[in-house]
């Protein structure tokens, strides 16, 4: 459980910044035909600039909180299946 746990925990951290660049990005408001980001580089460093490195990651607990019971169940349901799959396997006779 404590893998699935850090599984989950390290892939919202890598994730979350581009999340946060995507959804701006494809909520922004185009002002007098301009758009506010000139590219996604320019937001990473506008977000930054503006909210520091923690702006990169608001919506992580809602992230957290989906991603992590999803990420125990699987590797749970997947770490049983294949002890049955083994199991099922190894009882056969050919």
């Known amino acids: 459980l404590c893998a ?3 599984s989950a925990l ?3 951290l ?3 910044p581009v999340d946060v660049v995507k959804t701006r990005i494809i909520n922004m408001k185009k002002a007098a035909g301009k758009a506010h980001y000139a590219s996604t580089l320019d937001c990473f460093v506008r ?3 503006a909210e ?3 702006g990169l990651y608001k919506g992580i607990s809602a992230t957290m909180a989906r991603l992590v019971p ?3 169940i699987l590797w749970v349901v997947q770490e049983r299946t294949m002890r049955f ?3 099922y ?3 056969k006779d050919y």
């Open 4 to 6: 699935g746990a850090a």
């Open 10 to 12: 390290s892939a919202s």
């Open 14 to 16: 890598a994730t979350n």
């Open 47 to 49: 977000t930054i600039a």
């Open 52 to 54: 520091g490195l923690f």
């Open 70 to 72: 999803h990420t125990l």
């Open 85 to 87: 799959i083994l199991a």
């Open 89 to 91: 396997e190894s009882s």
